[in-house]
């Protein structure tokens, strides 16, 4: 799955900067926040490589010179490292082989399980034979072969002098089985006290919480493995008058392919004949069809529930608004927040502390109470409790989750650093025309006679200016036109029907007739470009034409001022049509008549006076704003300029998404922080009861285990967030 990061420019290009590509190798073996960073540490020590690796995932997100370095130098380095590395297929979903999937896991517990029963039974239950014999017996198979997977990986990591969870586990359980051994050799059956039961019920619970993180892992990409099955995999090509059914791959710009009533639309296309209500839910979160007429724009993978369309092909492959989303999304769950990072520095020197720790806990038992019995206790235990799979899960779990559900609401987050900056924004600045306006004009409207009308409507036919497009929807069909001229910024003149006609821009309204007068100034004051019907030199009609406002956008605003937000207007259009949209949706502040390097520059202002600044927007006008803003949120309606700027995109174009998306943001932030907090307060708690030898190392196998699952259990929480 090996892409480009991004065209070099003609002047980098010339001077040899150099070729970035990127690749997401699937890495088998990973159990804990040390084999995260071993492995990223192994990788970036590459020339020309910066890498991302994710334990939730098991994956790790490359980016290399692909003059130095290539995918086979990569997999071979993970491979030194003591773990597996694999290039996925492309269309999967990032599983694989090399972890230990839940069903194996699962095999191992139904062995393992009746054993430690039966262990346990022996030694600790009142008036049953101890035997411990056949506690060996029964231990050697939960041991050796249920345990085998960390054991595997205390020897693989070993070899390279490291260490990680496993290494904890397996000296542990190993610990107890050899003191049980020589203590069952040395003193015979009778005046023995092995620790059989130890070994055998600190696997059995290790490994009950592995495959417990295997389902909840599961469960917890779920949002996007079902985002990664979506689309059509077939489509019915037209060619003339025929049909043929053709893989959606054989599909190239410019071919025309049938969408039949219930069936998917293949790939991004323009409706070209026919109409239908189309499902974008999967998209934009929206439950409602969005009628679709001829000249209407069409995502690959949604539904037509009922009409039939044809449809020219726009975009394909990898271009695609789907495709799009599904690479920012698992891009997005590659990065990592700020707060991970401090998460990583602390595992990378975890494990080797803590072998230390439970070698001075040994020797300190050993020299105060002289009992190695419970020294060995003391020591395993500390080993056993102190295994950081929470530490590794606590951030990528909850990006997993959080990632997968903004997805499913038509939010695309493109990296972690934008759940820190979402809780930081202080002032949220929108663009008017195509984020609260829906960038259409439409005649609100009439002043005059009829006839006047339709005839002035009749000649804008000919125009193709956004204002005359409006107007022309009063045309009354088979009006012929002749003599057209067009004057820009003046308006347009001609002959219909054998009469002349003129539609321009109003003069002042003092000028014209009374009721003609009155509606220049009503149309003026709230905030619409106003123009003038001349019939054979006559004034007769007044047509009032604007944006339309989003049903949503006052919602979008109050969502906003809910949430304590500052609210800024930040559009190019006049004054008096600025203020009327924030007039009527209670906007604190508004900016109007900009250029799009002023609105970089009020920007810059605003961050310079101390605020944190989402900016959202739709046009190749916001772009630069987009980028410099703290937050920059994309109309996924807009251009694709304003869309790569950013740093969310909406897919849907509803502003209302604006305040839902901070807000899940923020709600992902907190799950992070409470994991990473219960991660950091179990280990440290639970490190120096184990030391004190107040904790049994049964116990601590179940805690350990139950930590990595809350964890997980608390990040799966939202997956039902509503907002």
């Known amino acids: 799955m090996t892409q480009p990061v ?92 090399h972890d230990l999937p839940a069903d194996l896991l699962r095999r191992r517990l139904l062995v393992a399980v009746p054993l430690t029963v039966a262990v346990v039974v022996l030694a600790m239950a009142p008036g049953v034979p101890r035997l411990p014999w056949l506690q ?58 092995p620790y059989f039961e130890v070994a055998a019920v600190v696997t059995t619970f290790l490994l009950l919480g592995r495959w417990s993180e295997a389902r909840a892992k599961a469960r917890a990409g779920s949002a996007l493995h079902a985002l990664l099955e979506l689309g059509a995999s077939r489509a019915v090509l037209l060619e003339g008058e025929e049909e043929r059914e053709v893989a959606v791959d054989e599909l190239r710009p410019g071919m025309l392919v049938v969408v039949r009533p219930g069936t998917q639309v293949p790939t991004d296309g323009r409706v070209v004949r026919g109409s239908s209500a189309v499902d974008e839910s999967m998209v934009s979160g929206e439950s409602l069809p969005v009628e679709k007429q001829p000249g209407d724009e069409v995502v690959g993978g949604t539904l037509s529930t009922e009409g039939r369309l044809v449809v020219e092909v726009t975009r394909i492959g990898r271009d695609t608004l789907l495709a799009r989303i599904r690479r920012s ?33 040994a ?27 929470a530490l590794g899960l606590a951030t990528p779990t909850a990006m997993m989750v959080g990632t997968g559900r903004a997805a499913q609401l038509g939010i695309v987050i493109r990296s972690a650093e934008v759940l820190e900056s979402s809780r930081q924004v202080t002032t949220v600045v929108l663009d008017k025309t195509g984020t609260l306006t829906t960038g259409r004009m439409q005649v609100h409207a009439t002043a005059g006679d009829d006839e006047a009308l339709r005839l002035g409507a009749a000649l804008e036919t000919a125009s193709e200016h956004p204002v005359a497009r409006a107007v022309a929807a009063y045309a009354v069909p088979g009006a012929v036109v002749d003599d057209f001229v067009s004057r820009p910024g003046l308006g347009v003149s001609g002959t219909v029907d054998g009469r002349a006609v003129e539609v321009g821009r109003a003069p002042d309204p003092a000028s014209l007739p009374a009721h003609l007068g009155d509606a220049v100034r009503a149309g003026r004051e709230a905030g619409r470009t106003t123009v003038l019907v001349t019939v054979a030199g006559e004034p007769r009609a007044v047509v009032a034409v604007g944006d339309t406002l989003r049903e949503e956008s006052p919602a979008a605003v109050r969502a906003l001022h809910d949430l304590g937000l500052r609210v800024v207007l930040l559009t190019g259009d006049h004054e008096t049509a600025a203020h009327h949209v924030a007039d009527r949706l209670g906007i604190d502040e508004v900016v109007a008549g900009v250029r799009p390097e002023d609105k970089l520059a009020h920007v810059r202002a605003l961050q310079q006076a ?46 209302r998404l604006v305040a839902t998306a901070l807000r899940l943001s923020r709600r992902t932030l907190t799950t992070i922080r409470q994991n990473l907090f219960w991660a950091f307060a179990y280990n440290t708690v639970g490190i120096p009861v184990a030391a004190l030898g107040l904790l049994d190392p049964m116990l601590a196998g179940g805690a350990m285990a139950a930590s990595s699952v809350c964890v997980v259990g608390n990040s799966l929480r939202l997956r039902r967030w509503r907002g």
Request: aromatic content about 4%; proline content about 4%; overall charge negative.
């Open 610 to 655: 101390g605020e944190r600044v989402a900016m959202v927007g739709d046009g190749v006008n916001d772009a630069a704003a987009l980028v410099q803003a703290d937050l920059g949120i994309a109309m996924g309606t807009g251009t694709d300029a304003a869309i790569e700027a950013g740093d969310l995109t909406l897919v849907s174009g509803d502003p």
């Open 363 to 389: 020797l300190a038992w050993l020299l105060l109470t002289g009992d190695a019995d419970a020294a060995l206790t003391a020591s395993v235990t500390v080993l056993v409790i102190a295994c950081p799979c």
């Open 136 to 193: 060996l017996a029964l231990t050697l198979p939960v041991w050796a072969w249920a345990g085998w997977p960390f054991h595997r990986a205390t020897l693989v990591n070993a070899r390279h002098l490291a260490s990680t969870m496993d290494t904890l586990v397996s000296i542990g359980t190993t610990a107890a089985m050899a003191w049980s051994v020589y203590e069952l050799v040395r003193h015979g059956a009778a005046h023995t006290h």
């Open 6 to 97: 991004s065209a070099p420019s003609p002047e980098s290009a010339a001077e040899g900067a150099p070729e970035r590509a990127t690749v997401d190798l699937l890495v088998g073996g990973m159990t804990c926040a040390s084999c995260v960073g071993r492995v990223e540490k192994k990788l970036n020590r590459l020339d020309g490589v910066t890498a991302s690796v994710n334990l939730a995932t098991a994956s790790a997100h490359v980016e290399y010179d692909a003059a130095r370095c290539d995918e086979a130098t990569l997999v071979a380095t993970v491979e030194r490292t003591g773990y597996t590395a694999t290039l996925p297929v492309e269309g999967e979903g990032g599983e694989h082989d």
């Open 329 to 361: 999304v698992l891009e997005a769950q590659h990065g990592k927040a700020p707060i991970q990072r401090l998460a990583d520095r602390v595992s990378g020197v975890f494990v080797p502390v803590v072998l230390v720790v439970a070698v001075v806990t």
